[in-house]
């Protein structure tokens, strides 16, 4: 897989995507989510790839959506212009396996709303975020009024929205909005040590989970519980399943085969 402007390795079943824009802070133009789309299908389809890590690298996660790329849109423009960031940051959402967000440095207006679309979100501890739209005469689009809110609250996500201020590394661990934070110097390490952890389970299992928790959110509690018991019952056709219970009763670790 070659791009332009994003660097994807794999390595043991995990697949690192990185953002390669250093000279606009990995600021997210078109281009970015067009490949972000195609990464996140390629990813998706690819058996040998177990957990996802989406990163920026030691220094910037993103700066935001290209604001030099944006300056000049009409809002027609803009009506076109919206489509690939949603498609990538859909897709990213809702792939069957798990994605974790190492984020260094800045996550800016849509580098923060990219961390929302992970299951998981790891800060190294000079990580920033924030949602500064506000102070460019527009709104979080990428999805932060939408994904923060249901994350962290109304109340707190409102405040960083209306006032479009950075918050720390601590603070996003104390508001909810990251699950870590780790020294800057081992942030690959831990995210790649926690995806090793995912890509150990069983990935039927581990697809399903992330459905029940994604879907679950979009229903009233009632349908998600109902949703939630399909699911559960459809892993006991797995062999993973049978390969889980075996193992504690022999008291040995499983090994799943992800079916
Ligand atoms: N877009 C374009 N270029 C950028 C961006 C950006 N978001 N951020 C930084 N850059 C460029 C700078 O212009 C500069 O380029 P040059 O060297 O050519 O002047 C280079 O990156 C380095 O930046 P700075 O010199 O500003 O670095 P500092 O360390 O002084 O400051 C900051 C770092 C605080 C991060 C500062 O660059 C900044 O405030 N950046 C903009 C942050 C921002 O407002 N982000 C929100 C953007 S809007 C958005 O994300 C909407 C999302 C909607 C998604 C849907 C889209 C269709």
């Known amino acids: 897989m070659t791009y332009e402007t994003i660097i994807v390795e794999i390595e043991e079943g995990i697949a690192t995507v990185t953002l390669n824009r250093p000279d606009v802070l990995n600021a997210l133009n078109s281009q970015v989510f067009n490949e972000l789309a195609d990464v996140a299908v390629n990813l998706g389809e690819d058996d040998s790839v177990r957990a996802v890590i989406i990163t920026g690298g030691d220094k910037v996660f993103a700066a935001g959506a290209d604001i030099k790329a944006m ?3 009409t809002a027609v423009d803009v009506a076109a212009s919206v489509r690939p960031s949603l498609r990538a940051f859909n897709l990213l959402e809702n792939m069957h396996k798990p994605v974790i967000a190492a984020i260094a440095g800045y996550a800016l207006g849509g580098g923060c709303e990219l961390t929302l679309t992970a299951d998981v979100r790891i800060a190294a501890d000079n990580a920033q975020f924030g949602l500064p739209e506000i102070k460019l005469g527009i709104l979080p689009g990428g999805g932060g009024t939408q994904r923060l809110p249901r994350l962290i609250g109304a109340g707190k996500a409102k405040e960083l929205i209306f006032s479009g201020d950075f918050i720390s590394a601590e603070e996003a661990l104390r508001v ?3 699950n ?3 020294p800057a110097d081992q942030l690959l390490t831990e995210a790649k040590k926690m995806a090793k952890k995912f ?11 992330k459905s029940c928790v994604n879907e679950g959110l979009r229903m009233d509690l009632e349908m998600g519980l109902q949703y939630e018991h399909k699911c559960f019952g459809l892993l006991f056709a797995t062999e993973d399943q049978k390969e889980g219970m075996k193992a504690f009763i022999e008291k040995r670790k499983p090994n799943f085969q992800g079916k």
Do not use: D, E, Q
């Not at 990935?203 to 399903?208: F, G, K």
């Open 199 to 209: 890509a150990a389970r069983g990935a039927v299992a581990i697809y399903l989970a």
């Open 71 to 73: 300056a000049s849109l």
């Open 180 to 182: 870590k934070v780790v």
């Open 176 to 178: 909810g909005l990251v």
